[in-house]
């Protein structure tokens, strides 16, 4: 079965520099999607990055990056030059194999992230 | 651009009532989903639609039932209210070409009295 690990519940990072936030995942599938969501206090989810399993490099999305590192399953967002409005849940979602399914989203249990000014 | 509207925002329901969200995808996109994501919880799969067609189903009790139409709005149909069913709900629509990234709506944040 598909899983999704964000070990860091909460994190703590001054404004304008970089963070990671860790996501790990386990699937048997060789074709998968992984996906970062930001979801600010007001509750709505924003789509921020995706990595495609047979994606050659790292994707990135401004500030964003993903360090994509498969043979350890990981996939791990970073942000750079913290912003105060970066402060929010951060999900890592993995997509259902097509096979099975329209491909809904598995989601870890999620970081917060806090900037301090 | 356009985005994934829901409607209402905020619901307050009692107990074995029944509620109605709606849901209207993006222009062009042809899979929508529903997530329920409870308080402090990560967001869970109720259910899916492929070209108004029923396509998976995930943790969506018996008591809620949902349907795409011709105009591929969807609804989510909840009846015999629970405490437990509180919770934001989102729906999410896609595209089956390029990455399949899912666009969230804003979601109706369901209270159950």
């Known amino acids: 079965a598909q899983k999704i690990t964000q070990t860091q519940p909460g994190m703590f990072v001054q404004e304008k520099e970089a963070v990671t936030l860790d996501c790990t995942y386990d699937?048997?599938?060789?074709?998968?999607?992984l996906f970062w969501y930001k979801q600010p206090s007001s509750g709505e989810m924003i789509f921020l990055i995706y990595q495609g399993s047979y994606d050659q490099q790292n994707a990135t999305e401004g500030r964003y990056s993903l360090n994509f590192q498969k043979a350890r399953k990981s996939a791990n967002l970073v942000i750079s030059a913290s912003q105060l409005g970066d402060s929010a849940m951060y999900f890592c979602a993995m997509r259902e194999p097509y096979g099975g399914s329209q491909g809904n989203l598995i989601f870890g249990k999620g970081t917060k992230l806090s900037v301090k000014p | 651009a356009a985005g994934v509207i829901q409607s209402p925002r905020h619901l307050i329901k009692e107990k074995r009532e029944t509620a109605t969200l709606k849901c209207y995808p993006i222009?062009?996109?042809?899979?929508v989903y529903w997530y329920q994501q409870g308080p402090g919880q990560d967001p869970q799969f109720l259910i899916s639609f492929y070209e108004k067609m029923q396509s998976d189903k995930g943790s969506i009790p018996d008591r809620f039932s949902a349907q795409q139409f011709s105009d591929y709005h969807s609804e989510l149909n909840m009846s015999s209210l629970e405490l437990g069913d509180s919770a934001l709900y989102f729906c999410?629509?896609?595209?089956?070409?390029?990455?399949?990234?899912?666009?969230f709506g804003p979601g109706t944040r369901l209270t159950v009295t």
């Open positions: 999410a629509s896609r595209t089956l070409t390029g990455s399949g990234e899912q666009y």
């Open positions: 699937t048997s599938d060789p074709s998968y999607g």
């Open positions: 222009p062009r996109h042809d899979t």
